[in-house]
């Protein structure tokens, strides 16, 4: 059973273009939903995080927005440039304490110039 | 440069062929886990480790045994490979969560397995 599920797939987006994913989840004890980034032949990488007391979080440009009662939260990439081609990973864990991370099945964006 | 490592990069083995990947970790994290990833499978958990002498199974474990016989260091183990064993792996470290702290997992760069 997939608890987080991620979409779309693949995304292509125009330079300068607003790049959003999608994630929803089911286990209501999940309490810390980060996104990772991944480039070709790399590990992937903490990008930005959010806890569900908060519904908005912004870093420079990128953006998650959080709907705890829709159990959904996405990833905003403002003014989307070709450095940010890459592989986007949603995650979801029961953050305080110890718990892995569940992963959805990831997004692969295309920045095209 | 401090961070995950993983040894090797690349390898191929036949059917039936045992082998060890490394992870090694220079951040002092209590935990350290191994996923491997898949087209359109994304990351799956094998197996993970909260401390030296302890392992844990994950969503995907058959075929894999781990031991964490040192806190820098854990080890994946495949006794008989098999094709569908085909994948990339990657091995990740942390630390403890807190009720307030945001805490991220480091990922080292992979292993591209492939079982022919």
């Known amino acids: 059973q997939q608890q987080v599920k991620q979409s779309p797939q693949s995304l292509i987006v125009q330079k300068g273009g607003i790049s959003i994913i999608n994630c929803a989840y089911e286990n209501t004890a999940f309490d810390y939903f980060p996104w990772y980034q991944q480039f070709p032949g790399k590990g992937p990488a903490l990008l930005i995080a959010?806890?569900?007391?908060?519904s908005e979080k912004k870093e420079g440009r990128f953006t998650i927005s959080f709907n705890k009662s829709a159990k959904q939260f996405s990833l905003h990439i403002m003014d989307s440039q070709p450095g940010d081609s890459a592989t986007y990973f949603c995650a979801a864990s029961m953050g305080s304490g110890y718990s892995t991370l569940t992963f959805g099945k990831g997004t692969m964006l295309l920045v095209s110039p | 440069n401090a961070g995950v490592t993983q040894t090797p990069k690349f390898r191929v083995l036949k059917t039936g062929q045992s082998m060890t990947l490394l992870c090694a970790q220079d951040m002092n994290h209590e935990y350290m886990y191994w996923y491997r990833q898949d087209p359109g499978m994304g990351l799956r958990l094998i197996h993970y480790s909260v401390g030296e002498g302890t392992t844990a199974k994950g969503e995907v474990p058959d075929g894999y045994n781990v031991s964490r016989l040192k806190k820098q260091n854990f080890l994946l183990g495949l006794e008989s490979a098999a094709p569908s064993q085909t994948s990339v792996y990657f091995c990740?470290?942390?630390?403890?969560?807190?009720?307030?702290?945001?805490?991220?997992?480091?990922f080292g760069s992979g292993t591209r397995l492939t079982v022919v």
């Open positions: 959010i806890r569900p007391d908060v």
């Open positions: 990740a470290s942390s630390t403890p969560g807190t009720a307030r702290g945001y805490y991220g997992y480091t």
